[in-house]
């Protein structure tokens, strides 16, 4: 089992809609939760990172923590085509350095 | 500077070469880390520093990789006797000390191919 775990995808919204990203993790030692950006051929961007259980809102992007079920949403609400990339999940611990999820291809459509 | 800056942004050597990678952590960030990005989205953490000490090595196969963060120094990455295995693209990425667990912000990477 991977220790941080995607929704594989690729996903697909129409433009205006909400999109719905997943990630589990195994370590229940992690403490801190993150999610990325990236696309093509480029570096991972940061979008959203959030350390407590419950939601965090900043703009159109709101993560989701829920450290008894190791689990890690990110909600993209008014989807726009310029979204449409890679979201990685990654998560750590302790030592810092991050472990990252394999990514959901997410394409919004116009 | 305000952002991390990576050089050079592409290296190409022949197997058995070595290549050597540079990072510049934003100003006023503590950590630096080097990440290896083989395929397309698989991420495997090398190394980390804390200013100029080694703070986590667990994911260096150190028999030909070594990295170095010194004072007023791009901290660097070197492979020895390079292998086809060893192209990806490798990210360098660095965050402040304080407030606990900061986010990582990441440079533009250096692709490596090796022929």
């Known amino acids: 089992q991977k220790e941080v775990e995607q929704n594989s995808g690729p996903l697909s919204v129409p433009e205006g809609a909400i999109a719905s990203l997943n990630c589990t993790y195994s370590d229940r030692g992690s403490q801190s939760f993150f999610w990325y950006r990236q696309y093509s051929g480029k570096s991972p961007e940061l979008i959203m990172f959030i350390y407590s259980n419950g939601d965090k809102e900043d703009g159109r992007f709101t993560a989701q923590l829920n450290k008894a079920s190791q689990y890690v949403s990110l909600l993209i609400r008014d989807s726009q085509p310029s979204d449409s990339a890679t979201y990685l999940c990654a998560v750590s611990g302790s030592a810092r350095q991050l472990t990252f999820g394999s990514g959901t291809q997410l394409t919004v459509l116009p | 500077g305000e952002e991390v800056a990576q050089t050079p942004k592409h290296l190409v050597r022949g197997e058995g070469q070595k290549a050597k990678l540079y990072c510049a952590p934003i100003?006023?960030?503590?950590?630096v880390f080097w990440y290896q990005q083989v395929l397309k989205n698989e991420f495997k953490f090398l190394i980390s520093f804390q200013n100029e000490n080694v703070f986590d090595e667990t994911g260096m196969p150190k028999e030909r990789f070594s990295a170095k963060c010194l004072p007023n120094s791009p901290c660097s990455l070197e492979i020895q006797a390079t292998k086809l295995e060893d192209s990806a693209v490798y990210f360098c990425?660095?965050?402040?000390?304080?407030?606990?667990?900061?986010?990582?912000?990441f440079g533009d990477g250096t692709r490596l191919s090796i022929l």
């Open positions: 990425a660095s965050s402040q000390a304080s407030g606990g667990d900061q986010p990582q912000h």
């Open positions: 100003k006023g960030h503590s950590y």
